[in-house]
């Protein structure tokens, strides 16, 4: 009888505990902004900074990996995270969500490649203490 009442005590503890872990990360990633969601000024600061880097290494990015986006065989390289900047104005940490090389997948040398000057960057003000999803990068629309 014994023996029973604690299989059944694990159980409910069990079970308990997995229903609480899903609600709390689904909550969470629900919680994370887009980027086009931010504030006016967070989302002119973000897509100043974003432009810049699309303009100058996501182009060098493709020229290195010998990307040319085109409808025929590769319509996609982006990659979406979501961004952490803190308090001192620098990239706390990234989650990769997604990513996307022609029609494969990214590696991970070529998700680091990507986040790299994102580290470097010393982010304004109105960025500060914010997390975010963004894309980084392009996919045709074909």
């Known amino acids: 009888?014994?023996?029973?009442?604690?299989?059944?005590?694990?159980?409910?503890?069990?079970?308990?505990?997995?229903?609480?872990e899903?609600?709390?990360e689904t909550q969470l990633e629900q919680t994370i902004l887009n980027d086009y969601e931010l504030t006016d000024k967070q989302y002119s600061a973000w897509k100043s900074i974003k432009n810049?880097?699309?303009?100058?290494?996501?182009?060098?990015i493709?020229?290195?990996n010998k990307i040319k986006?085109?409808?025929?065989n590769c319509q996609a390289f982006y990659v979406e995270v979501v961004i952490k900047i803190n308090a001192n104005g620098k990239l706390e940490y990234y989650k990769l969500l997604n990513g996307k090389r022609c029609s494969v997948?990214?590696?991970?040398?070529l998700?680091?490649?990507v986040m790299r000057k994102f580290f470097k960057f010393e982010y304004p003000f109105e960025l500060r203490n914010t997390t975010f999803k963004t894309r980084?990068?392009?996919?045709?629309?074909c």
């Open 52 to 60: 810049n880097w699309m303009a100058t290494e996501y182009e060098v």
């Open 22 to 24: 899903v609600p709390l």
């Open 62 to 64: 493709q020229a290195e």
């Open 105 to 109: 997948g990214l590696t991970k040398e």
């Open 1 to 20: 009888m014994r023996n029973y009442l604690y299989i059944i005590l694990v159980v409910i503890t069990f079970n308990n505990m997995a229903a609480q």
């Open 111 to 113: 998700e680091l490649r």
């Open 69 to 72: 986006l085109n409808c025929k």
């Open 136 to 141: 980084l990068g392009n996919a045709l629309k």
